[in-house]
């Protein structure tokens, strides 16, 4: 890239970054985004708060209290972001992913952690799982949606859901719960593919299935061996 170059991209990642501003309560809240973003797309070998603050100069506690407890709107921003794909990436043979990430954990504060199935490592292991959509559009990749997957145990646990602020209004929904959720939410913010794909897991689920069906959807799933169709 060329000097010109590098400037037209500083700018464009500045007015996209400027399109999630109404997503903060205040003004100087929204400024710590670009520094998390740019700390996210760095060379660092940690990118926590603090290597991520002392690598934009500023004081590392501005950074986790933007992370932890400041105000923003998290469903706006997905919805946000689902509306950019909408408006500059359609395409008519896009494709709609739905899969999870297991990332594991030690100890046992961290919100939704037991010992569950963990794709990142291939095993029952301790861990914490999240359901995502995605849409990929030839070159163009982007995440739509992610949410926690909080287990049944947690959900019913009232202590050790006040301990970590677990919201009242999360309860336990199964993996192709969430997705359906997210896959509905998408197609209310314009986005169209020409099918969806996952693996067994969400494809074992006749109810996921019944779903998008009822949804439209076209769909191409990986299904288990003793999966029964009619």
């Known amino acids: 890239m060329d000097v010109h170059e590098i400037e037209a991209a500083g700018k464009a990642f500045e007015a996209y970054l400027a399109e999630f501003s109404d997503c903060f309560g205040r003004c100087d809240t929204a400024a710590y985004l670009g ?6 797309h760095s060379g660092l070998q940690r990118k926590s708060a603090e290597p991520i603050a002392l690598r934009a100069e500023i004081p590392p ?3 986790q209290v933007f992370l932890a407890s400041a105000r923003w709107d998290e469903a706006r921003m997905v919805d946000r972001v689902q509306e950019i794909v909408t ?3 359609s395409h008519p043979f896009a ?26 490592t291939g095993k029952i292991d301790n861990c914490v799982v999240s ?7 030839g070159s163009f990749h982007s995440l739509l ?6 287990p049944k145990g947690w959900a ?11 919201p ?3 309860r336990h929904r199964t993996k192709p719960e969430i997705a359906l959720a997210q896959i509905r939410r998408a197609l209310g913010n314009g986005i169209r593919v020409a099918a969806w794909t996952f693996d067994e897991h969400y494809g074992q689920s006749y109810a996921f299935l019944d779903g998008l069906d009822r949804l439209g959807q076209t769909y191409i799933a990986e299904v288990p061996c003793h999966f029964h169709g009619w």
């Open 145 to 150: 949606d992610s949410e926690l997957f909080l």
């Open 156 to 166: 019913d646990d009232p202590a050790r859901r006040e301990r970590v602020r677990i």
């Open 61 to 63: 506690r501005s950074v």
């Open 95 to 120: 494709i709609g992913l739905v899969d999870e990430t297991g990332s594991p954990k030690k100890g046992t504060h961290t919100a939704g952690v037991q010992r569950q199935w963990c794709g990142n």
């Open 131 to 137: 359901v995502h959509v995605g849409y990929t559009a």
């Open 168 to 170: 009242d209004a999360v």
């Open 87 to 89: 408006r500059d990436h």
């Open 35 to 40: 520094v998390y973003v740019e700390g996210q």
